[in-house]
T-cell receptor
């Protein structure tokens, strides 16, 4: 298993540009989430999904959209990039249900908005 | 807001045990204690979790006090590769990672 795969690893955007961060998992996990991590801080939840076709907002959803058309993929869209969105973005997945909440994280996408 | 309190930093000598404390005085009956670590800005890695009994796996041991208001993560023989930020999180079992609320954690530095 590859686990959770994020692409790209690095990205530089100009203010106002849009882009999609990709996240894929091959563990057949129901739950997937997106976090951002700013320097010296813990992770903050952006959006999450409890299954295909179901998404919900987390702590810091503004400026981001998500969709979950398949179990495997959970892309994060930046609609109009702003310097405040410069951050490291992590995708995570868990099995969900009544099982353990052990989360598997991707290696992150480092985004700089200039 | 994170429901745990951890020291911002700790040091440990290589080969010695690293004992990382966590205070979670407002933990509720259905909440577990989870520990994750993040090595050099990589994605967080699950270490261990427990409810009220002490737990041990190949990575670490988790000691939870009888009143469940605090816990200690023990790395029995710390190596340089254990240098990382360690996060203590209380969360109900089940569901997804959206239930994990990350604080700033403890930066553990293992010294040669």
């Amino acid at each position: 298993n590859a686990g959770v795969t994020q692409t790209p690893k690095f990205q530089v955007l100009k203010t106002g540009q849009s882009m999609t961060l990709q996240c894929a998992q091959d563990m057949n996990h129901e739950y997937m989430s997106w976090y951002r991590q700013d320097p010296g801080m813990g992770l903050r939840l952006i959006h999450y999904s409890v299954g295909a076709g179901i998404t919900d907002q987390g702590e810091v959803p503004n400026g981001y959209n998500v969709s979950r058309s398949t179990t495997e993929d959970f892309p994060l869209r930046l609609l109009s990039a702003a310097p405040s969105q410069t951050s490291v973005y992590f995708c995570a997945s868990t099995g969900g249900g009544q099982g353990d909440t052990e989360a598997f994280f991707g290696q992150g996408t480092r985004l700089t908005v200039v | 807001d994170a429901k745990t309190t951890q020291p911002p930093s700790m040091d440990c000598a290589e080969g010695r045990a690293a004992n990382l404390p966590c205070n979670h005085s407002t933990i509720s009956g259905n909440e577990y204690v989870y520990w994750y670590r993040q090595i050099h800005s990589q994605g967080p890695q699950y270490i261990i979790h427990g409810l009220k009994n002490n737990e041990t796996n190949e990575m670490a041991s988790l000691i939870i006090t009888e009143d469940r208001k605090s816990s200690t993560l023990i790395l029995p023989h710390a190596t340089l590769r254990d240098t990382a930020v360690y996060y203590c999180i209380v969360s109900p079992r089940g569901g997804g990672s959206e239930k994990l609320v990350f604080g700033k954690g403890t930066k553990l530095t293992v010294n040669p």
